[in-house]
C-alpha cells in the first residue's frame, strides 16, 4: 500500500545544509533545472495545489524546502533550488549551486534523487553533474520527464528511449518515465518509486 502523499505538510526552509532538519530517517530530494516544473510535479504527486510554490519566473525556488508526511518527521520529500537560467546575480546562482552539491553529497538520510527534466530539453550540463554527483555515492535517480502532454505519444516515447539510451552507463542506478502535471500522467509509477525509497526500516537510517 502506497504511503499517503497527500499528507505532506510544510516543515522549514534551510538556506545551508548545516540548517537542515536532523539527519534522520529516511528522505527524497527532488532537484531540476530552472522550469523544468520540479514544482508542479511535487504538487501533483502529493495531490495538493501549491505545497510547492509554482512561478512561471525561473529561480523561484531558492531555499532547500523540507515537508514531512502528515506528523511522521521520520520520512520527509525535499524541494531543492532549481539550477540553470535563473534571472540572479551569478555569485548568488554559484552559491545556490554549491549548497545543493554540499546537500546531496553529504546527507546521510537521502534515500534517492527525483530529477525533473523537460522532456524536450532533457540531459542538460546540470542534469549529467547531478547524475555525477548522485553516482559519486552511489545515490538512485528517478528521472522525471515532464511535460509530456505537450508532445505527441509518440515523439514522448521516441525521447524516453532516447534518453535511456544515453545513460545506459547508469542503468543499475537510474529510472526514468514519462510524466505530466497537467494530464497527471505517470503519478502512480512514482508513487511507486517513492515508496521503495521512503517504506525502509526507518530504524535503520537512524
Request: glycine content about 6%; overall charge neutral; proline content about 4%.
Amino acid at each position: 500500500m502506497s504511503l499517503n502523499y497527500q499528507s505532506a505538510r510544510f516543515l522549514t526552509s534551510a538556506p545551508t545544509l548545516a540548517r537542515c532538519p536532523i539527519d534522520s530517517g529516511a528522505e527524497v530530494a527532488f532537484a531540476g533545472r530552472s522550469n523544468a516544473g520540479k514544482s508542479s510535479a511535487l504538487n501533483v504527486i502529493t495531490r495538493q495545489k501549491a505545497l510547492a510554490r509554482t512561478s512561471k519566473t525561473p529561480g523561484r525556488t531558492q531555499l532547500i524546502n523540507v515537508f514531512t508526511l502528515g506528523d511522521d518527521q521520520d520520512r520527509r520529500l525535499v524541494d531543492l533550488p532549481g539550477y540553470g537560467y535563473a534571472k540572479v546575480p551569478e555569485k548568488v546562482k554559484l552559491e545556490w549551486q554549491r549548497h545543493l552539491a554540499e546537500y546531496l553529497e553529504c546527507r546521510e538520510s537521502l534515500n534517492g534523487l527525483v530529477l525533473v527534466m523537460d522532456v524536450r530539453h532533457p540531459l542538460t550540463e546540470f542534469d549529467q553533474t547531478l547524475l555525477e554527483v548522485a553516482d559519486s555515492r552511489d545515490l538512485p535517480v528517478h528521472i522525471l520527464l515532464t511535460k509530456a502532454d505537450k508532445l505527441k505519444p509518440g515523439a514522448a516515447k521516441n525521447a524516453l528511449q532516447q534518453v535511456r539510451v544515453r545513460l545506459r552507463e547508469w542503468e543499475d542506478l537510474v529510472t526514468i518515465q514519462l510524466f505530466s502535471a497537467l494530464k497527471r500522467q505517470g503519478v502512480e509509477e512514482a508513487h511507486q518509486r517513492l515508496d521503495s525509497w521512503l517504506e525502509g526500516d526507518i530504524a535503520a537510517y537512524e
